[in-house]
């Protein structure tokens, strides 16, 4: 079973992805049983959208896949040491993880002028591309100004694996699907 | 055996994440650590023998923490296998060719190749390849004299006093530089000859720019094949500048304000899109950072007032800006 790990910086759409994705793909449960004991996980805060990794089954009920949502990745030092340590464990579920899932907003790469994405999401790219899978997920595309978003990002990374997706109107959610069924069943 | 395997590798990435909780680094600098850590252990799956000599190792470990110059190590770490086969098959008394280690290093100033040849040359002494190791950087002036007989004298002594060590011409395409009276030639082929004279006494290695080395190599082919090893140093890319930028701040204890990264991180990427020649280097780096301390050392005395610890360490973002 493979770890599917949903990152990006705050407020990026990253627990509705990982909510909608769920229900999407079915037969999914939510274990917090599994996480080492000093995890901030385990205290069930919602506060930073943290939320415990979610196992797939197949038909069978054997276990495929595991999607883990993390705490945002900031820009600056955190002043809360709440934060830092969850920041932590999202680099270290990012390291364990064989897919990454890196969200950027769509919406709001639209609405600026003149898209330059932020150092941290360079590097996010950066270590993203070690994985055996990397996918820029540009959420929020049925917003404003999103459809441009989403040719600016796809302008600036014409290499990478891009899937726009939309959860009001699921859009996307199919083509994850499937890279998922290709990537995770190793 | 104990200690040897992780002799030279300073950042696990736990220690990475580590720092991250305890606010001592922002998120994109652990990625980019987490990064070069797992580069660092890519390159040493890639080593089976590496345990059996730490001491290279740790020298190799040095290398591999150099900021990008991917396409190096790798080399280098093959040059290290191939140095450490040899030796083994000689001892289980193989046929092995004795290996000719002179060097072509491709790149601009400040790309990281005298760096990498002192390191080379450390490496070579605990592998046994050369007695002494030491590197003696010499360009054309210090090679080329004044009158005939004089320029031989002065590279036979240049190779003197490197025997043992590392030879390193810097900007080698210059020897061939003028006429054919142009006594460089001279230098060329005295450089020949002490490499038959004296095989396996020294490395030498001839560097410069890429266009003018590859047209220097051409014009001199008896050298091609006497120098079997050419390692190419690219220029930095914009976030390799910046990793740079933080490792020098750090060593100096200063820090930068998010805006402060993001301006030097334009500057940067302007500089390699329309720089010249020095674009795209280490030294870029350094004048910047040496100007941005100089600049805030300049706005802090400005402030009639007491100054904080922080203030002290800050560099802001009009401390990277260009007038002045
Ligand atoms: N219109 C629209 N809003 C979205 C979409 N996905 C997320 N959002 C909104 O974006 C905000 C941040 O979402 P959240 O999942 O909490 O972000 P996180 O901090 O990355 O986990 C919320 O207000 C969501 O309702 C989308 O596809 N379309
Ligand atoms: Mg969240």
Redesign the pocket.
């Known amino acids: 079973m493979r770890d599917a790990v949903?990152v990006?910086?705050?407020?990026?759409?990253?627990?509705?992805?990982?909510?909608?994705l769920s229900s999407y793909l079915g037969r999914v449960e939510t274990s917090s049983a599994s996480l080492p004991v000093e995890d901030p996980l385990r205290r069930g805060r919602r506060g930073?959208?943290v939320l415990s990794p979610v196992t797939v089954r197949d038909r069978r009920g054997r276990p495929w896949l595991r999607l883990v949502?993390t705490a945002?990745l900031r820009d600056e030092i955190p002043d809360h040491a709440e934060t830092r340590r969850a920041m932590a464990v999202s680099l270290a579920r990012l390291q364990e993880a064989a897919i990454v899932f890196h969200?950027l907003?769509a919406?709001q790469a639209g609405r600026l002028s003149g898209y330059r994405p932020p150092l941290l999401d360079l590097e996010m790219r950066a270590y993203g591309l070690t994985r055996p899978l990397y996918v820029i997920i540009a959420?929020?595309?049925?917003?404003p100004a999103?459809a441009e978003g989403v040719r600016r990002i796809r302008t600036r990374f014409p290499e990478d694996l891009l899937i726009a997706?939309?959860?009001?109107n699921r859009?996307g959610l199919r083509e994850v699907r499937r890279l998922l069924l290709v990537h995770a069943a190793r | 055996m104990g200690e040897s395997t992780d002799a030279g590798t300073s950042q696990p990435s736990h220690d990475v994440i580590r720092w991250l909780e305890a606010g001592r680094i922002p998120a994109h600098q652990a990625l980019a650590r987490m990064r070069a850590a797992d580069e660092q252990a890519r390159a040493r799956r890639t080593i089976p023998l590496e345990d059996r000599t730490p001491a290279a190792a740790r020298i190799v470990a040095e290398l591999d923490q150099l900021v990008g110059l991917q396409a190096v190590k790798r080399q280098v770490h093959e040059i290290w296998a191939l140095v450490e086969v040899q030796r083994l098959r000689q001892r289980a008394e193989l046929a092995s060719e004795p290996h000719t280690l002179h060097m072509v290093f491709s790149g601009a100033p400040g790309t990281g190749k005298t760096t990498v040849a002192r390191i080379l040359g450390r490496l070579f002494r605990v592998l046994e390849v050369l007695p002494k190791g030491q590197l003696v950087e010499v360009e054309r002036a210090d090679l080329v004299g004044e009158y005939i007989g004089h320029t031989a004298h002065r590279t036979r002594e240049a190779v003197r006093r490197a025997l043992g060590g590392v030879l390193f011409v810097d900007e080698a395409y210059a020897l061939a530089r003028g006429s054919d009276k142009d006594f460089g030639r001279e230098a060329i082929d005295t450089l020949v000859k002490a490499m038959e004279d004296h095989k396996s006494e020294f490395l030498l290695i001839l560097a410069g720019y890429p266009q003018e080395m590859t047209a220097f190599l051409h014009a001199n082919p008896g050298l091609v094949s006497r120098l079997p090893i050419h390692l190419n140093f690219p220029n930095y890319t914009t976030l390799e500048l910046l990793q740079i930028a933080d490792t020098m701040l750090a060593e100096r204890e200063y820090r930068m304000t998010a805006e402060g990264r993001e301006s030097l991180l334009q500057k940067l990427g302007h500089s390699i899109q329309f720089g010249a020649g020095g674009a795209g280097n280490g030294r870029l780096v350094r004048n910047l950072v040496e100007r941005a301390t100089r600049r805030q050392a300049v706005r802090l005395m400005r402030q009639q007032r007491e100054l904080t610890r922080t203030e002290l360490m800050t560099l802001e973002s009009s401390d990277w800006e260009q007038d002045g």
């Open positions: 949903v990006g910086r705050p407020r990026v759409g990253k627990t509705r992805f990982v909510e909608a930073d959208g949502d945002a969200l907003d919406a959420t929020k595309s049925d917003m999103a997706v939309s959860l009001p859009r």
